[in-house]
């Protein structure tokens, strides 16, 4: 029996599971594409039980893929779950469902969240580190409690990866990075917000005890659906993005994480708690300030939709199939967009509309230079405002798909100071691979397990000592 953990990461898009070794060497990885149902009135939603039949078959997927390649039998010692915040259930006193999930991006709850005290909303950022909005899970109990004066005293709230940990041992916790994105949680204290609770009219026992990233929230006892789980530790790891960070080696206190997928992120790690200042600073502009799945460290995050305005305009230009997209890539150095010839807006996050405004003799080259430049200055004015508040980044690493094309990453060097890249597939399964393995055996620290899974990537030099960047050894990937 050779013995693996297990990553998964439960996405919007997609489920997907990667299976490492203890040393951190890739497996096995497969994916299913995550249910939602969209309602009579346009709303998306699924059920709980529906994202754990999904999560097992991506598992079961990625066993079944490598027993097929290699003959062996696996035994899984630990299971990390990561995955999408915000969405959740709502579980009565007997650990039922209770209501749909309502998906993260639903704006149900908005107008009750709007009818809050002032005073209340005013507190918000402050408190929570995020800015009013319908895609906390503040507003989605709020719209579920309904016409009722309060929320059932026996009610109970997991977040969706803390949903299928409960499913799976029959423990409820709460993980710090994702109590953080459902706008109950203080900041300062770590502890859920009274005012919040009292706006819900809920019980203080609303979330789980809190248990980090890392530690075991129980063991599977019997699972008929994917036998190989059985014994297998189980870690609640967190919210995606500061998983991901983990996964793609931006484990340091002060390290930068640039996620370049269709929506970008960009993630810096603190230290250390925020006051309240910093947190209504940092909100006010455009950057949430919650809990890192390090414990002990808070994650700013900023996004922008800078994939989806790459992948629209590679189409208008007629380079979205690889060969389009490769010969324009080679060809980009010599582009030299101005002001006047090119103008692209659009991209930031709730922005997903892309405008381009040209004038004669411009050239599908200038077009996609000025395309990067547009996005290079809407990242730099978003770590502008994060260095404004906290201070420089240490480190800066780079990962995704969209750094593969080399302009993406000549011109993400120019903007991101200390910039590498990193070229591990997945980081979010491979993040939640990494806390499983710390979970899985005792005495473990998270620094080992995070050095030994960081020593088994094979890194290409382009991608690791890029001609833009700053000098820098792979110890700084520790």
Do not use: Y
Not at 37 to 61: F, M, N, P, S, Y
Not at 306 to 320: E, I, K, N, Y
Request: glycine fraction near 12%.
């Amino acid at each position: 029996m050779i013995p693996v953990v297990v990553g998964v990461d439960l996405g919007t898009t997609d489920t997907k599971a990667v299976v490492a070794s203890p040393e951190g060497h890739t497996l096995a990885f497969a994916r299913r594409v995550t249910s939602w149902h969209t309602t009579a009135e346009g709303r998306q939603e699924t059920t709980g039980a529906e994202l754990v039949a999904g999560a097992l078959g991506a598992i079961a997927d990625a066993l079944e893929d490598l027993r097929s390649r290699t003959g062996d039998d696996v035994r899984v010692s630990g299971l990390g779950l990561a995955g999408l915040a915000e969405s959740g259930v709502l579980l009565d006193g007997a650990g039922r469902e209770t209501a749909p999930v309502i998906a993260w991006f639903d704006g149900r709850g908005a107008a009750e969240l709007g009818a809050l005290d002032p005073a209340f909303l005013r507190d918000f950022p402050r408190r929570t580190g995020l800015p009013v909005s319908p895609q906390w899970t503040l507003a989605k109990l709020l719209w579920l409690r309904g016409d009722a004066p309060a929320l059932p005293s026996s009610a109970r709230w997991l977040n969706v990866p803390e949903f299928l940990a409960w499913t799976l041992c029959g423990e409820q916790v709460s993980e710090p990075s994702l109590a953080s994105r459902t706008g109950l949680l203080d900041q300062g204290t770590g502890k859920p917000w009274d005012a919040a609770l009292a706006v819900l009219g809920a019980p203080e026992a609303l979330l789980p005890p809190s248990v980090p990233a890392g530690t075991p929230a129980g063991r599977i006892r019997g699972c008929s659906r994917v036998p190989e789980l059985d014994g297998a530790v189980v870690t609640v790891v967190g919210h995606d993005h500061p998983v991901a960070a983990v996964g793609a080696g931006a484990v340091g206190a002060e390290d930068l994480f640039d996620s370049c997928g269709t929506a970008e992120v960009l993630l810096r790690s603190v230290p250390r708690t925020l006051s309240e200042d910093e947190r209504a600073t940092l909100v006010g502009l455009g950057i949430e300030a919650g809990s890192h799945v390090v414990a002990g460290s808070a994650a700013l995050i900023g996004g922008m939709s800078s994939g989806l305005v790459m992948r629209r305009v590679l189409a208008v230009l007629g380079a979205d199939d690889p060969s389009g997209r490769d010969a324009l890539d080679r060809r980009w150095r010599a582009a030299t967009p101005s002001s006047a010839s090119v103008v692209v807006a659009g991209g930031g996050i709730g922005d997903d509309d892309v405008t381009l405004r040209l004038r004669d003799g411009v050239t599908p080259d200038l077009v996609w230079a000025a395309t990067l430049d547009h996005l290079a200055e809407r990242s730099a004015a978003l770590l502008a405002a994060v260095t404004s508040v906290v201070g420089e980044h240490r480190v800066a690493i780079a990962a995704g798909g969209w750094t593969r094309m080399r302009s993406v990453r000549e011109t993400k060097a120019r903007t991101i100071p200390r910039l590498q890249f990193c070229p591990v597939d997945q980081p979010g399964t491979r993040g939640a691979a990494m806390f499983a393995a710390c979970a899985a055996e005792p005495g473990a620290t998270f620094a080992e397990v995070a050095h030994r899974f960081t020593d088994s990537v094979a890194t290409p030099p382009e991608f690791l000592h890029h001609p833009f960047t700053d000098s820098h050894s792979t110890e700084e990937f520790r």
